[in-house]
């Protein structure tokens, strides 16, 4: 049964119904899944805790509604389209049947190796079809699977072994992305010098490149499923239980683990891919994400497959072999839904319109951008040159917190409005408040963005320390959750996205914490103190601008530039790198020693003309010094 809205009137009905009884609302949809069991209760929520529970005491196997439930409709159906990075290469069509028996394969092979319901597994692998079976695997076991984006760096890699105390790694021998060929393996080998947990490794053969094989630990995939048998019954779940674990940046310290949980992801994302892209059922669609991030999880593999559609997924980058590459797979393919970020917008807008030239995009009927805001010029380049000005433009604003679109047009059926993400999804309840907490109702409002119910699909806690989920998301307005993100909404009652008002910069779309990267730049030896804000960058959104007092006796500024990136990218990986670093002689500081965060993002981007009052700081000349060393520098 599908849940799909079909009018605007539909829509609003829908969206009154899932204010007025949310829980009513819920389990209308969910009824349409196939549970083993169902709810005691559909929510619980203790806002003090906080403790949200959704389908309490439900059992079910988010795999089998996967395949299990589709198999009789459309089993020859392409479950997966897989694009290679080098165009010459072979693709791959894997039939719902298909993915089926591998992943039934593959969560053999996982039992086979001790791992058991609950056991947290790392993935850590290149956008190839192993990648989906791996999670696929655990979510049919019930081990709970840690993607970890295939760029960090092995120290950021071992920080999340360590955190979630993972059982097991997946990986491969090497990534292609784009020109260059990555030995991922030893970047494997050199994290688990430094944990302990780890048992297994099983290595998927992609680029025949050459690994060290560590005898008792690692295993090649091709021989683990040698053996193994392609049925395998799924384990019965509980609703609550941990789906996966994923590290994201924050304001504060180390990346945190965000909880999801079994049953209400599988709902949401499944409800919100349908609505939002309108899916129907020859379509084929596209996100061009990496399965490191939430949008890869959500919108890749679960909402898409959830829904029996054909999900593409593309090995490379937008611009190899060259820039019309995105353009040439939409068309292979006859893409009907595209959703990307606006930094690869921005990035092919610069290419101009000569790529463009050789492709028809006809096939297009959704195109939709996520990850940070998407300004107006990128917005109406996207909408006029790739929907051809005819495909409704989703803007999709979530978050990895949220585990599914919270914000944004359902295509064709609400209203599009350039750079807003517009209206919530039915069942989601955001709203804008000043810096007290209260609501500011009506139009022509600009505040901090919460959400003030709970929905399915929201995270439950973040691993291992509930007291910072807590902290960071429900205490700065008791009650509600707090995104983070300010908004606005228009005289029209459209929600635009402001962007984040913590310490998270937002680079590519790509969250990063500020402290993180001065945590990383600290650690050059000759590093006394740093300060890192972000400034608005053409292609990337935002860019990372670091301010350093160094002991920089006898070296040039230049060497010890280039030495302190390098530490970034050895520490956290190669998106953490600051654009421009300064070295400076002092940081502007409140008398309390706070860093005057404000006025170093307002000399980052060159808008020096109102500083605001510096009489209160600590060293007030030390601004004059910065702003002279950002001209000559
Ligand atoms: C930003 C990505 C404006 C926002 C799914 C949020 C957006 C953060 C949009 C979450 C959008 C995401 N418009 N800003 N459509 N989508 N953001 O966790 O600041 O990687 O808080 O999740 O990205 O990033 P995350």
């Not at 949980?261 to 059922?281: D, H, I, K, L, R």
């Not at 806690?461 to 429900?474: A, I, P, Q, S």
Request: some cysteine.
């Amino acid at each position: 049964m599908s849940n799909k809205i079909q009018s605007l009137s539909g829509y609003i009905h829908e969206y009154q119904k899932s204010v007025n009884q949310p829980e009513k609302f819920w389990a209308r949809i969910a009824e349409s899944f196939h549970w083993h069991k169902s709810w005691d209760s559909v929510l619980k929520w203790e806002p003090q805790g906080p403790h949200v529970k959704w389908f309490e005491n439900a059992k079910l196997n988010i795999t089998e509604n996967i395949f299990e439930r589709h198999l009789f409709t459309h089993g020859d159906k392409a479950a997966i389209i897989w694009e290679p990075n080098d165009p010459n290469e072979a693709n791959k069509i894997i039939s719902y049947r298909e993915l089926f028996e591998l992943t039934c394969q593959f969560s053999n092979a996982m039992k086979a190796q001790g791992i058991e319901k609950g056991d947290r597994v790392i993935i850590y692998m290149p956008m190839i079809p192993e990648a989906a079976i791996a999670m696929l695997a655990c979510a049919r076991i019930g081990a709970v699977h840690s993607v970890v984006f295939a760029g960090f760096s092995s120290s950021a890699l071992a920080d999340r072994i360590i955190d979630c105390e993972a059982k097991m790694v997946l990986t491969s021998d090497g990534n292609f992305r784009g020109a260059k060929n990555i030995p991922v393996k030893a970047v494997v080998d050199e994290a688990l010098e430094k944990t302990t947990t780890v048992e297994t490794v099983i290595v998927c053969k992609r680029t025949n490149a050459d690994v060290q094989m560590v005898s008792g630990r690692d295993i090649w995939w091709h021989d683990a499923i040698k053996e193994e048998s392609i049925e395998h019954a799924a384990e019965s779940l509980d609703a609550e239980d941990l789906l996966f674990i994923l590290y994201t940046s924050g304001s504060t310290g180390k990346p945190k683990g965000v909880v999801h949980t079994t049953g209400g992801y599988m709902v949401y994302t499944q409800y919100s891919f349908e609505n939002v892209f309108q899916y129907a059922q020859n379509d084929v669609y596209w996100c061009t994400a990496d399965i490191g991030w939430i949008t890869g999880h959500s919108y890749i593999i679960y909402g898409p497959l959830l829904s029996g559609a054909t999900t593409l997924m593309f090995e490379g980058v937008p611009t190899y072999p060259h820039p019309g590459r995105f353009w040439e797979i939409v068309d292979k393919y006859q893409v009907n839904q595209f959703y990307t970020a606006p930094t690869a917008i921005r990035a092919l807008q610069a290419e101009g319109l000569e790529p463009l030239a050789p492709y028809k995009l006809d096939s297009l009927k959704v195109i939709g951008s996520v990850g940070e805001p998407i300004n107006e010029e990128a917005w109406h380049w996207y909408h006029d040159h790739i929907g051809k000005g005819n495909c409704p433009l989703v803007d999709t604003w979530w978050q990895t917190e949220t585990g599914g679109i919270m914000i944004s047009a359902l295509a064709g059926i609400t209203p599009n409005k350039p750079a807003h993400a517009s209206l919530p999804l039915p069942g989601i309840q955001p709203i804008i408040v000043d810096a007290e907490g209260n609501e500011l109702k009506g139009n022509n409002v600009e505040g901090n963005l919460c959400v003030k119910f709970p929905w399915p699909s929201m995270l439950r806690t973040t691993y291992g320390d509930h007291k910072r989920f807590k902290e960071t998301y429900f205490s700065a307005y008791p009650g509600m959750y707090f995104t983070g993100d300010g908004a606005k909404r228009d005289h029209d009652g459209y929600i635009r996205i402001l962007g984040r008002v913590d310490d998270v910069i937002n680079v590519s779309g790509h969250r990063m914490g500020t402290a993180e990267v001065e945590n990383a730049i600290n650690e050059h030896p000759r590093v006394i103190e740093s300060a890192v804000v972000g400034f608005p960058h053409d292609i990337k959104g935002q860019g990372i601008y670091a301010y350093v007092i160094c002991d920089a006796e006898g070296v040039t500024n230049e060497t010890l530039i280039n030495e302190i990136k390098n530490t970034v990218r050895k520490i956290i990986g190669p998106i953490a790198k600051p654009d421009a670093i300064q070295i400076v002689p002092g940081l502007p500081k409140t008398r309390s020693g706070k860093i005057m965060r404000r006025i170093l993002r307002k000399v980052a981007s060159k808008d020096i003309s109102n500083l605001g009052d510096t009489s209160t700081l600590l060293n007030p000349e030390i601004v004059e010094q910065i702003i002279i060393g950002s001209q000559i520098k």
